[in-house]
């Protein structure tokens, strides 16, 4: 038996509702390695306010995919009510509501901030070689290439 849409996503907004919660205590819980040990953040080193700005830009943009998928099961399964038809699929499978433009967009950028994030990482650890990092990089862009030429042949 195959989900429906209306499904698929509430599945998905519950667990990413539980993956949240358990990323919110990772988050919160290694803030102090981004300081020194009097927790002064204005003393960091300088490797440490890359990590920390990454960290907090990552948690911007999942906290708010986590609050637009909300809104989203929010209106398809409680304005929808009383709709003729399953009026939750029927919201879910329209490609073109702004909110799921907004969805979308704040998981490329989540995707492309990690991905840097984690590219900067192994270059720190294999000593800033640069030859290290030329797969992964590559790989990056090919996937922002990707996504440009599908949105624009859609």
């Not at 999942?62 to 709709?83: E, N």
């Not at 070689?129 to 922002?144: E, G």
């Amino acid at each position: 038996m195959a989900l429906s849409f209306a499904q698929a996503e509430l599945i998905g907004l519950i667990l990413h509702s539980c993956l949240f919660g358990l990323y919110l205590f990772l988050f919160f819980s290694s803030l102090p390695f981004n300081m020194d040990a009097e927790f002064n953040i204005k003393v960091l080193k300088g490797f440490n306010r890359v990590l920390l700005a990454s960290n907090a830009l990552l948690f911007v943009l999942i906290a708010a995919h986590w609050v637009v998928q909300i809104i989203r099961s929010q209106r398809a399964f409680i304005d929808t009510v009383g709709d003729v038809g399953d009026a939750a699929s029927a919201y879910y499978a329209f490609p073109a509501d702004y909110m799921n433009l907004i969805k979308e967009v704040l998981y490329l950028f989540q995707s492309l901030t990690g991905d840097c994030t984690m590219i900067y990482r192994v270059w720190i650890v294999y000593d800033k070689r640069h030859y290290v990092i030329v797969v992964p990089a590559l790989l990056m862009v090919a996937f922002c290439g990707k996504f440009f030429v599908l949105s624009l042949l859609q």
